[in-house]
């Protein structure tokens, strides 16, 4: 299946500091992206859609300000935790749509602990 | 709005015996996939089984089929010979052929495997 890396995997930063998560499709193109956050023994929660060269359309109670969203390239989206508070404190997945017709798949990458003191 | 629901929280099977997980969906739309995901301790989603909904035959992958019913919007992954790796939360997940192509995700079942 198709690769898709995430960095940092693990981060901890002071309250108040931004903070900001790659997540690269290593072996296709994509231009589609979603980043999600997994509270503990939870599904998946579906923050945003990240579209190459264009605005990231969020999710109904997401707030656009604190989590931004850039997809700069085909192959990379990041996601800005901005003056991160404890409560922020969370796992971040993003995901990568594999463009094929018929095939269409999201593959995803390994995700980001983030904690926030 | 499409929704995924899985009615078992916890299952647990015997190493090399066969298990099933359930899942229903609901949507109005014709053209769509479903997805079967794993999540070991280690938190990544591994993709276990795909199924497209305009094809009939069910979807195989090794010891990982599904049992697709359309019309009764059923979606149950069976895993055959249960082995210790397979120990996981199994996410199942609807995704429209349209639009963004979000997915949506059901509650998940934690599968443990018993030695």
């Known amino acids: 299946g198709a690769v898709v890396s995430q960095h940092p995997s693990w981060v901890i930063c002071k309250s108040g500091t931004s903070v900001k998560i790659e997540c690269r499709s290593l072996?296709?193109?994509?231009?589609?992206m979603f980043w999600y956050r997994q509270f503990p023994k939870q599904s998946l929660m579906l923050m945003a859609t990240s579209n190459e060269g264009s605005k990231a359309t969020y999710e109904q109670g997401v707030e656009k300000d604190k989590f931004l969203i850039n997809h700069a390239s085909l192959t990379l989206s990041t996601l800005t935790v901005t003056s991160a508070h404890p409560e922020d404190s969370s796992f971040y997945i993003c995901?990568?749509?594999?463009?094929?017709?018929?095939?269409?798949?999201?593959?995803f990458g390994p995700g980001t602990r983030l904690l926030v003191l | 709005a499409q929704t995924v629901t899985q009615s078992q929280p916890e299952m647990s099977v015997q190493e090399a015996e066969t298990v099933t997980l359930s899942c229903t969906y609901d949507?109005?739309?014709?053209?769509?996939?479903l997805f079967w995901y794993k999540q070991p301790p280690s938190r990544q989603m591994i993709l276990v089984i795909r199924?497209?909904?305009?094809?009939?035959q069910n979807a195989t992958e090794n010891r990982f089929s599904v049992n697709f019913q359309k019309a009764a919007k059923s979606f149950s992954l069976k895993i055959s010979d249960s082995q210790l790796g397979d120990a996981a939360m199994y996410f199942c997940a609807y995704m429209p052929n349209f639009g963004n192509e979000k997915l949506t995700f059901g509650t998940g079942t934690r599968l443990t495997i018993i030695p």
């Open positions: 072996d296709f193109q994509a231009t589609t």
């Open positions: 949507t109005s739309e014709s053209d769509y996939y």
């Open positions: 199924q497209e909904a305009y094809k009939q």
């Open positions: 995901s990568a749509r594999v463009p094929l017709a018929g095939q269409e798949t999201q593959y």
